[in-house]
């Protein structure tokens, strides 16, 4: 990163980076295409703050690591946890796989979805397992802190 004498550049972009996760953040709560109508002094401000395609894409993934990241220290300094979960198809006839985790967060009981994954080998019950597994392990969950299990018979 170059910089001026005074340190201008450095400043400049930094301050329109937080702006531009914000703006992705929104879009994804949306999960729609994204248009954005402004007047001419919004429009000024806009022009330094990037919001192409790719950029948001990147944010999005950034904010989606994140919390991920945020949810998965949580189930490791909880006591315990359990995992549930369902597998369908989407539109498109892809096996899907969401895994929800209950764990004690500050007293109380918190609820979040862990992850969701294609499930490209098939849907037995050992392709659903072998998937959980892999994310404990990759994530380095404890298993002894595992107390339930919870699906839809698979």
């Not at 950034?62 to 198809?89: G, M, Y």
């Not at 969950?141 to 698979?154: E, N, P, Q, S, V």
Request: aromatic fraction near 8%; charge should be neutral.
């Amino acid at each position: 990163m170059r910089l001026d004498k005074s340190g201008r550049y450095h400043t400049g972009v930094s301050q329109h980076v937080k702006p531009s996760f914000e703006i992705a953040f929104m879009i994804a709560k949306q999960n729609k295409p994204h248009t954005i109508i402004l007047g001419e002094d919004a429009e000024q401000k806009m022009k330094s703050i990037s919001l192409s395609n790719h950029t948001v894409k990147r944010r999005i993934d950034d904010i989606a690591a994140d919390i991920k990241s945020q949810i998965i220290n949580k189930v490791k300094l909880s006591q315990f946890f359990a995992i549930s979960s369902d597998e369908s198809n989407d539109i498109v006839n892809c096996a899907q796989l969401i895994v929800y985790v209950r764990y004690i967060g500050r007293y109380i009981i918190q609820e979040e979805i862990l992850y969701s994954q294609s499930l490209t080998s098939g849907t037995t019950s050992e392709d659903i397992f072998n998937s959980k597994s892999s994310f404990i392990e990759e994530n380095d969950l404890d298993w002894k802190k595992l107390i339930g299990l919870c699906t839809d018979g698979a």
